[in-house]
Every structure is written in C-alpha cells, then in structure tokens.
C-alpha cells in the first residue's frame, strides 16, 4: 500500500508519484485486498482504529491546507501592492488615465449627472 500523501510541500498533492488519483487508487487497493481477506474474521476494534487512525489523518492534513490557505490569503494584499506598484513605475502614464477614468466615474456614480438646467 502506499505511503500516506506528504503535506509539508506544496503541489504535493499533484505531484504524487504514480497516479493523479492518490484516493482513488487506494480505495481500489482496499477493495482488492478486502476481496482476498473475504475469509478472514472482522475484526470491530481493529476496524474502528484503522478509521480512527484515518480521521486523525484527514483532520491533520486538513489542517496543514487551512494554514497554508490562511498564509496565502494574508500574503495576498502585499503581492498586489507590489505588482501594482510595479506597474505604475512601468507604465506611468497608463496609470495615470487609468486613475483619472476610475476617479471620473466614481465621481458620477457617487454624485450623479447635474440635475439644474439652463434656462
């Protein structure tokens, strides 16, 4: 059977060696194993500590992807200050119509066209 899935990197879920089906293919192994050991006695608590052992599994590596999605999105506002700021340096002029259209319909959105008329 394999090994179980290493978090610590990460794309290491799609780079697992192999497969791209890393569950699939172990359910598929279970079930060809259960088919052999069909003779064998159940045994409940070995049962239940193997899903045990599985949940403890699945709840850790959900709780490696929380903090590495949790560590992304704080990085995110940085990463897009910089790319902005990067931009602005290599295209200052296109940033700046671009803040003056963005300034301009923002103005008419938030005070709207005049209502007096000339008469």
Same mark, same amino acid.
């Not at 879920?13 to 699939?24: A, F, I, M, N, R």
């Not at 598929?28 to 070995?46: I, T």
């Given at each position: #059977?394999?090994?179980?899935?290493?978090?610590? %990197?990460?794309?290491?879920?799609? $780079?697992?060696?192999?497969?791209?089906?890393?569950?699939?293919? *172990? &359910? +598929?192994?279970?079930? =060809?194993?259960? =088919?052999? =050991?069909?003779? @064998?006695?159940?045994?409940?608590?070995?049962? +239940?500590?193997? #899903? %045990?052992?599985?949940?403890?599994?699945? $709840?850790?590596?959900?709780? +490696?992807?929380?903090?590495?999605?949790?560590?992304?999105?704080?990085?995110?506002?940085?990463?897009?200050? *910089?790319?902005? @700021?990067?931009?602005? *340096?290599?295209?200052?002029?296109?940033?700046?119509?671009? $803040? &003056?259209?963005?300034?301009?319909?923002?103005?008419? @959105?938030?005070?709207?066209?005049?209502?007096? @008329?000339?008469?």
């Amino acid at each position: #059977m394999k090994d179980k899935i290493p978090l610590d %990197r990460p794309g290491s879920l799609d $780079t697992e060696p192999g497969s791209d089906t890393y569950l699939v293919d *172990q &359910v +598929l192994e279970a079930r =060809d194993k259960s =088919d052999h =050991d069909a003779n @064998r006695p159940v045994d409940v608590a070995e049962e +239940l500590n193997a #899903m %045990r052992a599985e949940i403890d599994r699945i $709840t850790e590596s959900i709780g +490696l992807l929380a903090g590495s999605a949790k560590a992304l999105v704080s990085e995110t506002p940085s990463i897009l200050e *910089q790319e902005l @700021r990067s931009l602005v *340096q290599r295209k200052p002029l296109t940033a700046l119509i671009g $803040t &003056v259209a963005l300034s301009f319909g923002l103005a008419l @959105r938030l005070i709207g066209p005049s209502n007096r @008329r000339s008469h």
